[in-house]
């Protein structure tokens, strides 16, 4: 049921270099988000969207930037790839009422070497 | 400070026992409570929610307790099967819109047959 879907699955990049990782949607949902997964720390909020250009900062979005055009697409950037950026990313949008909670993608994991 | 607590990184369980997985939270701004259900290699799931207004929500065999004045939820799986076995995510949010989940770090639970 892929409404949302994430790309790359897997990268390696070397520290210094600028990444990008993009989730797009097909569900129309106004709202975006960009998580991160890491052993010990379980789903930490990077950047969040809540439309076309308005994003907003989440709790670990130093060394990130995001961007959003379109309603359907929402670019993660690691402007210069650290080793501590290592780490499973997770996207999820948001649709009607709170209840039905998230909907995540399958996750981009990013190896920085 | 985190504002989410799982307390037991894992739980293992025989397959036809209760599972009881709790949460703590502190924001007493909290009002709505989700849990999630990771898969390896896959996205969260979302599994049950719970508004304040409620103590108690069931679905099928999943049921979520909430205890406000305490600051404390549990998810209860009864009977538990091999194939719940996945790490289970705790989320809050303090209002009904969209404002991002708050998630905790996760609990491991494996059930043995």
């Known amino acids: 049921d892929a409404g949302i879907t994430q790309s790359p699955r897997h990268k390696v990049t070397e520290t210094g270099t600028p990444v990008t990782l993009r989730c797009h949607q097909t569900e129309n949902h106004r709202y975006m988000y960009w998580y991160r997964q890491d052993p010990g720390h379980g789903l930490r909020l990077i950047h969040y969207s809540y439309g076309v250009k308005d994003t907003d900062k989440g709790e670990v979005s130093d060394g990130y930037s995001v961007s959003r055009s379109k309603t359907e697409d929402f670019l993660l950037t690691l402007e210069s790839a650290t080793s501590s950026q290592t780490s499973v990313y997770f996207c999820a949008i948001s649709g009607q009422g709170w209840d039905y909670g998230y909907t995540f993608g399958s996750g981009t994991r990013l190896t920085v070497v | 400070d985190q504002q989410v607590k799982q307390n037991s990184p894992s739980l293992s369980v025989q397959e036809g026992r209760i599972s009881i997985l709790n949460c703590d939270y502190t924001?007493?701004?909290?009002?709505?409570f989700l849990w999630y259900k990771k898969y390896p290699a896959e996205g969260p799931t979302f599994l049950i929610s719970?508004?304040?207004?409620?103590d108690k929500n069931e679905d099928g065999r999943f049921t979520v307790f909430l205890n406000k004045s305490a600051k404390h939820l549990s998810l209860h799986i009864v009977p538990s099967q091999p194939g719940d076995s996945a790490v289970y995510f705790c989320?809050?949010?303090?209002?009904?819109?969209?404002?991002?989940?708050?998630f905790g770090k996760g609990t491991r639970l494996s059930v043995i047959a």
């Open positions: 989320a809050a949010s303090p209002n009904s819109g969209n404002t991002p989940l708050v």
């Open positions: 924001n007493s701004m909290f009002d709505y």
């Open positions: 719970i508004s304040s207004i409620k």
